[in-house]
């Protein structure tokens, strides 16, 4: 047996045992998890340092913070999300009542990346927990200091037949497939996606899959331009551009292109000094590879500001290009970068037609005060989720599952989506047996009138 099935195994051994099951076992583990958070606060931060440069105020704001809010809001609703729910019975079943049981898949296998290595791990590892499921966690290599430092703190924090982190790289993941886990969450790029999927379909495990893809930023005329400038500079350029999530490319209006852009200049200048690859505040790229791909993009078209790159340290400052086009390598894959391709249109329909060509977008922001024109993109344009006057906050609400729509991703997360995520909705009916209806038994006279509608 290798490691990876012994450790399934096990896990599945404990979950039969039957005490994640009770809500006090889980609450116990989610209080568990918030003292691991609140007291390795310094080690977390350090490590996203070191894996990414990443800034305290980021680290907080994007990492521990998001998790810590999602904690206390399911730890708040979980005694309701577990409970049966009661739903109306149809008059032909008169007598029973009818309930939706929700129950733990068992064993979850959630595999994530090196964007926020913290915060998507640990994000779906709390769904997890709070609907009763023994979880293995699979961070990404690339962010190695943070794995290292999620697999020290949950080691000594909880029973490894409970919750265990799996060390390692795509190895690492295949070997964990080959075991027939229950259920499986993964974040990461389409083309894994496609290889998880097909790994699950052998066993018919049920997959979420968080992917990626390209996110259209769409500033119309009507916009308040400079709040527009202020939020697409912090969507796009937080975390150095490698956020799923990100706007990926803006489609602005023409008359507007090059007022807008000087605002966008000046906001990221505000937002993020003037320098940034020169200094040590700002997130790099996450490796060598990543940032000679971004390099090649920025001689796709005209610089319009930013463009400088420092290769020792990984840094690229914040950079917006025009001369673009759909054939240019820049818009042909997910760029997860700094760096910002700027398309204008003439009339809103070009924007619907062409994004419409395209995969579903994880994202789609738009900046209009026109409600007719906001109604317009959000019944032309498929895409998993976004914000109308804004980029990215649509993930921080608990209140908003949180997910893609056809090659951006399969199911949802994020406050009650991440139970329902990891729950199997178990139907029951209770019937009476004080009486019993004949019509559904063939040789009732008349039987076929009685049931025809
Ligand atoms: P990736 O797909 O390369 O890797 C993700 C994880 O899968 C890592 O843990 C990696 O070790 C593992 N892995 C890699 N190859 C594998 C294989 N063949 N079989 C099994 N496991 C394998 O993704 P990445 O580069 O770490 O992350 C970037 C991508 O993730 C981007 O496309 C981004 O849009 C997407 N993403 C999506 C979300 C979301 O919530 N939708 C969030 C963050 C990132």
Known sequence: MSTYSGLVERQKAFFEKGMTMEIGFRKEAMSKLRSLIKGHERELMD?????????????????IGVVLSELNFTEKHLSKWAKPRKVKSTVAMAGSKSYIYP?????????????????????PLIGAIAAGNCA??????????????????VGKTFPEDYIAVVE????????????????????????????????????????????????PCIVHSDANLELAAKRIAWGKYINAGQTCVAPDY??????????????????????????????????RIVSKRHFDRLGSFLGNGRILFGGRI???????????IDGVDWESPVMREEIFGPILPVLEYDSLSEVVTMVNNQP????????????EIQEEILAKISFGGGCINDTVMHLASPYLPFGGVGESGIGAYHGKGSFDVFSHEK???????????????????????????
């Open 47 to 63: 490590a996203l340092k070191l894996d990414l440069n990443k800034s305290e105020f980021e680290a907080y704001l994007t990492e």
């Open 103 to 123: 129950e733990p898949y068992g064993v979850a296998l959630i595999i994530s990346p090196w964007n926020y290595p913290f915060q998507l791990a640990v994000a």
């Open 136 to 153: 293995i966690l699979k961070p990404s290599e690339l962010t190695p200091a943070t794995s290292r430092i999620l697999a020290e703190l």
């Open 168 to 215: 390692g790289d795509s190895e690492a993941s295949q070997g964990l497939l080959q075991s027939k886990v229950d259920t499986i969450f993964f974040t990461g790029s389409v083309p894994v996606g496609r290889a998880i999927m097909e790994a699950a379909a052998k066993n018919l495990t049920p997959v979420t899959l968080e992917l990626g893809g390209k996110s």
């Open 250 to 283: 803006l489609y602005v209006e023409k008359s507007i292109k090059n007022q807008f852009i000087r605002l966008l200049g000046e906001a990221v200048s505000t937002i993020y000094g003037t320098a940034p690859h020169e200094g040590d505040t700002f997130t």
């Open 310 to 320: 420092n290769r020792e340290k990984l840094l690229i400052e914040h950079t917006a």
């Open 360 to 371: 579903k977008p994880l994202a789609l922001y738009l900046f209009s005060e026109t409600k």
């Open 427 to 453: 139907s029951i009916m209770k019937q009476t047996t004080k009486f019993d209806l004949p019509f559904r038994y063939q040789k009732t006279k008349d039987a076929l009138k009685k049931i025809k509608l």
